[in-house]
Each structure stands twice: as structure tokens, then as C-alpha cells.
């Protein structure tokens, strides 16, 4: 679209589409995650595996946190301009 000198409204309105797709793809792999090897590992008596699955768990939703898209703060997924 850029090598097409496409407007810039509809190349944003086009990254917002990807980023939503990939955001529910993550979600999916997310919830098989915790429905399989999340609950797998709790199932189990090995503690290690379980703190372990935890750990992935939480690092996932920090992570997951920190790159949505920001909601509340003007612009498109967070990104303001600013003037200089």
C-alpha cells in the first residue's frame, strides 16, 4: 500500500486490521495453552512443571499488557502526535 502512495488513514485503518487478527490468534493460542499444558503440568505432582507453566503464563499476560492496544489515550493504538 506504501508503494502505492495509498492514503495514509487507509494504511493505518489496514495495520489496525492485521494487529486485531493477530491479537485473536494469540488469544486462541493462548487459551489452548492454559487448557492443555497449563492444566496438564497442574494435574501433575511435579511442582517444578507447575511453577513452571505458571511462570510462562503470567510472563505471557505481562507481555501481552504491554503490547496491546492502547484504548483511552488518542491516536491509533496509542500512537499520539506530538508537536515539536
Same mark, same amino acid.
Given at each position: 500500500?506504501?508503494?502505492?502512495?495509498?492514503?495514509?488513514?487507509?494504511?493505518?485503518?489496514?495495520?489496525?486490521?492485521?494487529?486485531?487478527?493477530? +491479537?485473536?490468534?494469540?488469544?486462541?493460542?493462548?487459551?489452548?495453552?492454559?487448557?492443555?499444558?497449563?492444566?496438564?503440568?497442574?494435574?501433575?505432582?511435579?511442582?517444578?512443571?507447575?511453577?513452571?507453566?505458571?511462570?510462562?503464563?503470567?510472563?505471557?499476560?505481562?507481555?501481552?499488557?504491554?503490547?496491546?492496544?492502547?484504548? +483511552?489515550?488518542?491516536?491509533?493504538? +496509542?500512537?499520539?502526535?506530538?508537536?515539536?
Amino acid at each position: 500500500m506504501l508503494d502505492e502512495d495509498r492514503y495514509c488513514v487507509d494504511v493505518l485503518l489496514q495495520v489496525a486490521a492485521v494487529q486485531a487478527a493477530l +491479537g485473536e490468534v494469540g488469544r486462541l493460542v493462548l487459551a489452548g495453552h492454559i487448557e492443555t499444558c497449563l492444566m496438564e503440568a497442574l494435574r501433575s505432582d511435579d511442582v517444578r512443571d507447575q511453577r513452571k507453566k505458571i511462570d510462562e503464563v503470567m510472563e505471557i499476560f505481562g507481555r501481552y499488557s504491554l503490547l496491546g492496544p492502547r484504548r +483511552g489515550r488518542g491516536g491509533v493504538a +496509542g500512537i499520539t502526535s506530538r508537536k515539536r
